[in-house]
DNA sequence: TAGATTGTTAATCGATTAACAATC
DNA sequence: TAGATTGTTAATCGATTAACAATC
């Protein structure tokens, strides 16, 4: 049911979700899809369009539930089971990662943080267990981590994704400019952020000298 | 000339740029279309349509010249000049950021950083300038940064943001869930790790649902 | 009910894929 | 030259936009 839901509008509908989150918290119960439309910078037509890929939609002719549409954006998509991650690579943005405290539980849970380097591993302090980096595949397994951040120097990226893969992992946000090779069981989003800097800067060049 | 390219065509080009960089320092000098397509994932055609979106490619029967098509990318993306650049929000993942030597210069150069916590600015040791958040909008138009990372706690996305756009940037590269409210001559990128999460975890979901 | 807003169908638009002639 | 690979045109595919009947 609801066969496939295209991609742009998967990632469009959880940015939904956050603003949605976001005017909960302000107290707003009711929202239209053109106040949507506005705040997300897209069209109504499209928040409408979105909103139906999820199926029924208990909706009226004033506007949306807000707490209704969060509900069932989560039912949809999964979002309230608790995913269990870790945090491969603890330099300084592993760390950083590692220690944000949305991870420590609720929608997502950083449950281990993986690192080439014993004596790193022995010193930091974190609330969360530490293993060197040759323990990966086993303690994927070990603890169903289902999704991983992969936070390492270049060089090693791929042979830790493959590790990673090996273990059972389901999905890999990678923050590395390497292009991971996994096969199609398990998804890899990338956020590079030279990558970003580079689209951000190619579009300005771009619009300037067309 | 060369009109427009399409944003998915851009973001695909950046990524070559990274694999044919790698490529280049390998010492290979000559690769195909097809063997590119392996690499990045995408069909040979794909490659070859994306390339052509860059206008004059003097190429051959025999594959692409890895440096020409370097130069190439470069040129016509506006790659070869350094970018000033700062970082806004010094938490745990900004001053990461901060600290990457991959910043100090050559593409992209973070020339300043801010923070609203100004002890936090006097007792942070960093080879960059570092101002008070207040002094955003006068230190932008200053130092003519162009392109910004917002690191900030979500309640303050949005008037940070301001500051930028108010200083003149350019480009603002956002790490927040928030959904910054900008003109049309200033682009952002998002990049939030939650949101990511969040597409991960639903495009997961749905696959073993459906 | 009447007004407003949705859900959905149809039409447009754009990007990707395929195929093939042009080129080295 | 012959083989290989490109650049580009045409065809397919999918997503977005528009419009409107259905609904509260």
Redesign the pocket.
């Known amino acids: 049911m609801a066969s496939s839901i295209?991609?742009?509008?998967v990632a469009r509908l959880c940015t939904l979700y956050q603003v949605l989150c976001d005017l909960n918290e302000s107290g707003q119960q009711r929202?239209?899809?053109?106040a949507l439309g506005e705040i997300l910078g897209?069209?109504?037509?499209?928040v409408?369009?979105d909103?139906?890929y999820l199926g029924e939609?208990?909706?009226?002719?004033?506007?949306?539930n807000v707490i209704n549409l969060i509900e069932l954006i989560a039912l949809r998509m999964g979002f309230n089971r608790e995913k269990v991650t870790c945090v491969v690579g603890l330099g300084h943005l592993g760390s950083a990662i590692l220690h944000h405290e949305r991870f420590r539980g609720g929608e997502f849970k950083i449950v281990a943080g993986f690192d080439s380097n014993i004596n790193l591993i022995e010193t930091m302090h974190s609330g969360v267990n530490l293993f060197p980096a040759y323990e990966i595949t086993e303690t994927v397994k070990k603890m169903h981590i289902e999704l991983a951040i992969l936070t390492v120097p270049s060089s090693g990226a791929q042979e830790v994704a493959q590790r990673l893969i090996d273990g059972g992992i389901e999905g890999i946000i990678n923050f590395t400019p390497v292009v991971i090779k996994a096969p199609s069981s398990v998804l890899v989003r990338n956020v590079d952020l030279t990558g970003e800097f580079r689209v951000l800067s190619a579009l300005l060049h771009l619009r300037e000298n067309n």
Chains 1, 2 share one sequence.
Do not use: D, F, Q
């Not at 939609?57 to 949306?64: E, R």
């Open positions: 295209p991609l742009p509008a929202v239209s899809s053109s897209v069209g109504a037509h499209n409408r369009k909103i139906s939609t208990a909706s009226a002719g004033g506007g949306y």
